[in-house]
């Protein structure tokens, strides 16, 4: 119980100090977040002429907010003691319910450290006034400011370490911290010293173990009544009331009127017989508060009963009033506390909860938001919970209902029929061994539409092992696959485009290749019209003429197939191949035009090559593309150095590397690498495509393009990755 005289010379002195301290603190503030560079006199406001006006009017601001809090404090605790005095039971000096406690214990829970010495003075003020004005010594005035100072600090304390600031009574944790060090620990440690303070005083007749059980409880029930309805109140009560709908504003009036009625008639003599299976009367609306209204609804309701309770008790009336005044007291107490707190963690429970949903549908919310952004579809199946959710996007993408219940199953039935064996057993397997699974496949929607879609999802298990939980998510890539499916297209229509072109070049070889045969049958045909105009021909002789006719007609037969296939509009299959015979091959198409440019050609082909599996009409290109740019980079050196060097070599037994290697003018010093890029030609009429081509069709087989400088000229070389085992044979 906290007082201090109340004079004018006094409160002149204590308004001035307050002033000198709180720009002292405002000054020590500014310093600490790096806002100001010199510090205010400790206790002189002129100290704040240094300062702009921002800073100036956020220091006024400081002050009079500080000043309004102490003055509250002050009146506060004033008040509240009148009403602890007012419901004491004598001879013993202890109230039933002692507001000023917790009213300077809400209030250090709200307010920064570094107000509280402000706080103090207040209520050191307020509780010396009081305590004056009921004839207290002076000596007992300070021993009981010191147990009630303490009883605030130690649960102050406790509760802001525990919790942080700021200290909201709306969770499950807050609500146990503060009923473990404000409402237990604070009154329990305070209530010795204060026991002690009396008995040492001679104040009262009670013993000392009797002081400081009726000083506990009364304790005990003002923090949970008093500071647990202003700290909830104070963190959002008041803004709270602004954001009720009207329907709501006005169940609240209703609801706290009913509670009040009912109480007061409860409490307050009005019901003829006094029995206690009444006092659950009220529970209805304090659950109601409890539920509707969160923690601000339940301490108002808690602090409503509390008082009609208390004031039904000091005036002789309601169930409480049967007994000595002592034993009425300890009964309306436990009753109050034993109600108040179940109240408490009820709201608190069903506040967390519903700020839980409501973060919940936020993140829903955000996350859909996300997903129909990104053309993902989202999904959860709980199989503990027999609950399943899918975003609005993936309902959608899917076919499924707005209220279907998501299965396995479900799911399957989507997927296209030639794809679905391969994705259940993707989710089984990740499902037998906990891990993550990801694959492609495609959708077949109910309206008969084909979607491309990669799906990735992980089981969650509990603490037992027990899968709990499937999450996924898919992504639909049908733009994708159609986009690369037109690339793939368009770069094999650039391929045979630029065989044709090559076909071209090779015009004056194809004809010379073509001549020879043609050249043969036709004198065959001539020598053997002669021997049928010499008379009857031998047998013999006119058979091997027509098989060198037959032979030559097929050597022709055979070059047209091999143009045809060279340049036809086709995607070809790939098979294992064997790189020597490209080479050979693509040297007999180019041996004419090899003849014609005077260029020699040696060939380094490895022995036992592996096998490749490609297309063998695309490595075709690829190798008369290399050595037609060698032809050309060599039209500048003499006849006698135009030499073309094509090896073949097996690495690691994991690729087959062929090379190219020429000795004309080289490759660009500054960039090698440059030679590959579109459109870049050092031929005059060249499309800068070739090299371009070549390159994308050895990646397309899983291989590589490169080219260097060597000395004397350039080499290009790519590597193919060896086919698998059960393809492999060795060519000799």
């Known amino acids: ?78 008040l509240g003691a009148k009403v602890g005095f007012a419901l004491t039971f004598h001879p013993h000096p202890v109230s039933v319910l002692w507001p000023p406690n917790s009213i300077l214990l809400a209030a250090l829970l709200l307010m920064p450290k570094r107000t509280w010495w402000l706080l103090l003075l207040a209520a050191f003020a307020a509780h010396w006034l009081v305590q004056l004005q009921s004839n207290v010594p002076p000596r007992m005035i ?27 009574l709306d969770r499950l944790r807050n609500v146990a911290i503060f009923c473990l060090c404000g409402v237990f620990l604070g009154p329990f440690l305070s209530s010795f010293l204060d026991s002690a303070f009396v008995a040492m005083n001679h104040w009262g007749e009670g013993r000392y173990w009797e002081i400081w059980r009726i000083r506990f409880t009364s304790n005990v029930l003002a923090a949970l009544t008093v500071a647990a309805f202003i700290v909830t109140w104070a963190t959002g009560g008041i803004d709270s009331l602004r954001q009720l709908s009207r329907r709501r504003l006005l169940e609240g009036i209703c609801l706290l009127l009913g509670l009040i009625t009912i109480s007061f008639v409860l409490f307050n003599g009005m019901v003829p017989e006094k029995d206690s299976a009444l006092l659950y009367v009220p529970l209805p ?163 008969g539409e084909t979607r491309w879609l990669i799906s990735r999802g992980r089981y969650v298990r509990d603490d037992r092992g027990r899968v709990r939980e499937l999450v996924g998510v898919a992504i639909d890539i049908t733009e994708q696959v159609e986009a690369g499916l037109q690339l793939r297209l368009q770069r094999e229509e650039m391929a045979r485009m630029s065989r044709v072109s090559s076909m071209g070049e090779l015009t004056a070889s194809l004809a010379h290749e073509l001549n020879q045969p043609l050249t043969a049958i036709a004198s065959n045909a001539a020598a053997g019209r002669r021997f049928l105009a010499q008379g009857p021909p031998e047998t013999k002789m006119f058979e091997e003429l027509l098989a060198d006719v037959a032979a030559d007609a097929q050597r022709a037969g055979q070059i047209i197939h091999g143009i045809h296939h060279f340049v036809r509009k086709s995607e070809g299959i790939r098979r294992p191949i064997n790189l020597n015979e490209i080479v050979r091959e693509v040297l007999r198409l180019l041996h ?21 599996d490609a297309n063998p009409v695309h490595l075709q290109q690829v190798l008369l593309n290399l050595l037609m740019n060698s032809l050309e980079a060599m039209q500048s050196t003499p006849a006698a150095k135009r030499r073309i060097v094509i090896s073949t070599t097996c690495q690691a037994n994991s690729s087959v590397a062929v090379s190219v290697r020429d000795y004309g003018n080289g490759l660009p010093a500054d960039d090698v690498d440059k030679v590959f890029s579109h459109f870049y030609s050092t031929k005059p009429n060249g499309m800068g495509m070739g090299l371009t081509i070549v390159r994308s069709i050895v990646e397309a087989h899983g291989g590589k393009l490169s080219a260097e400088n060597v000395e004397g000229g350039a080499r290009f070389f790519f590597r193919l990755p060896v086919a698998g085992k059960s393809d492999m044979r060795e060519v000799a």
């Open 1 to 78: 119980m906290n007082n201090l005289v109340f004079v004018p010379p006094l409160a002149s002195r204590l308004l001035v100090g307050y002033k000198h301290q709180g720009a002292y603190f405002l000054a020590h503030e500014k310093q600490r977040v790096g806002k100001m560079k010199t510090l205010a006199a400790p206790l002189q406001l002129s100290g704040l002429g240094s300062r702009s006006k921002t800073e100036r009017s956020d220091a006024q601001i400081f002050e009079w907010r500080v000043a309004g809090i102490a003055l509250c404090v002050f009146v506060g605790y004033y």
């Open 142 to 168: 300070f021993c009981w400011f010191i147990s009630n100072s303490c009883e605030a600090f130690i649960g102050a304390g406790s509760i802001r370490f525990l919790i942080g600031s700021p200290v909201r």
């Open 592 to 612: 004419s035009d090899l003849l014609g440019r005077g260029t020699a050609v040696e060939t380094e082909l490895a022995p036992n090559l592996p096998v490749v």
């Open 285 to 447: 609306f304090l659950l109601w508060a409890a539920v509707r209204f969160g923690s601000q609804g339940a301490t108002a309701a808690i602090s409503a009963v509390a008082f009609l309770a208390i004031l039904g008790v000091a005036n002789g009336y309601g169930p409480f009033s049967e007994k000595s005044a002592e034993q009425n007291a300890l009964s309306v107490q436990v009753f109050l506390i034993f109600m108040s707190m179940p109240l408490l963690f009820l709201a608190a429970i069903i506040e967390e909860r519903d700020k839980a949903e409501e973060a919940s549908r936020e993140r829903d919310e955000r996350i859909g938001l996300a997903a129909e952004s990104a053309n993902l579809a989202l999904w959860t199946i709980d199989f503990l919970r027999h609950e399943s959710w899918m975003s609005d996007k993936g309902r959608e993408l899917f076919g499924f209902a707005a209220i279907e219940p998501l299965s396995r199953e479900l799911f399957l039935s989507r997927v296209h029929p030639e794809d679905r064996e391969a994705v259940d057993a993707a989710i089984e397997s990740a499902r037998a061994g906990s891990q993550s699974f990801e694959i492609e496949y495609r959708l077949l929607r109910p309206d």
